[in-house]
Every structure is written in structure tokens, then in C-alpha cells.
């Protein structure tokens, strides 16, 4: 899973390549990606999960970043290839799901949010499906 600000799915909604950067910060994970991956997005000034996506490329190094985060050193980058993409009004509403995913269950179900704040989370093939399936009841 990734999580995105509002400003950068924008950037990526509206880029012709569908590209998803990441900071020297997750370079482990970042080596994990393969080909074929399947991802779902998280836009956490929203609170929602917006799309599902693939990963299409294998893992480039940035010159220069298109997104915007002054705290962030964007350093990767891989191209996705969008499977399904919802409306920011039918985004699926996280606080409704979130507590039950067994990726947040080291958080108090009140604080979920704190376990979305990084960029790139490695979710658990239930999680993943739970969540893809809300999204795909609604495209």
C-alpha cells in the first residue's frame, strides 16, 4: 500500500506515465517491489483509498522529483498501470475499515491513522483483498 497527499495524486492522476515515488528512507522495501505487484493507494488528506494499481516497471532512481514534499528526499520511483480508480467522493472512507486490518492491529483502533503515516506499507494478502474489494463494489 502507499499513502500519498492529496497535492501528489493529483501529480498523479494527471502524469501521462503513472508513476509513484518514494524517499531514500524506504530503500529496503523499495528493493521488495516486483513486477506484477499489485498496490492500493491511500490519500490520507482524504482518509480514503482511491485505487488499485500494478506495478509495471522495475524500480528507477529519480533525478528530479515531480511531487511535492519539502521533507521528503524522493529517490525511486516505479511505474503503476491503474486497475481501478475511484472519485474523491467515492473514495473508500478508511476510518470504516482501517481498525480491522491486521496491519493496524499493533495500533489502538482510535489512532489508526498513525499506522498510515508512511509513504509505503507491506499489507497482508486479507488486508489487501478487503480493501480492493470495497473498491471494486463501487467502480
Known amino acids: 500500500m502507499f499513502t500519498v497527499s492529496k497535492e501528489n495524486f493529483d501529480i498523479l492522476v494527471k502524469q501521462k506515465e503513472k508513476q509513484i515515488e518514494f524517499g531514500k528512507k524506504f530503500q529496503k522495501r523499495v528493493k521488495r517491489i516486483e513486477l506484477e505487484d499489485r498496490v492500493v493507494l491511500y ?30 528526499d524522493y529517490r525511486y520511483k516505479v511505474d503503476l498501470s491503474i486497475n481501478s480508480i475511484l472519485d474523491e467522493n467515492n473514495g473508500i472512507d478508511a476510518s470504516y475499515i482501517a481498525p480491522s486490518l491486521e ?26 483483498n478487503l480493501i480492493e474489494s470495497e473498491i471494486n463494489k463501487i467502480t
Open 43 to 72: 490519500v490520507k488528506d482524504l482518509k480514503k483509498w482511491i485505487l488499485t494499481a500494478t506495478i509495471d516497471s522495475k524500480i528507477k532512481n529519480i533525478i528530479k522529483s515531480n511531487w511535492i514534499d519539502d521533507t521528503l
Open 103 to 128: 496491519y493496524l492491529k499493533k495500533w489502538l483502533p482510535e489512532h489508526w491513522e498513525l499506522g498510515l503515516s508512511d509513504s509505503m506499507h507491506i499489507l497482508s494478502a486479507r488486508d489487501f
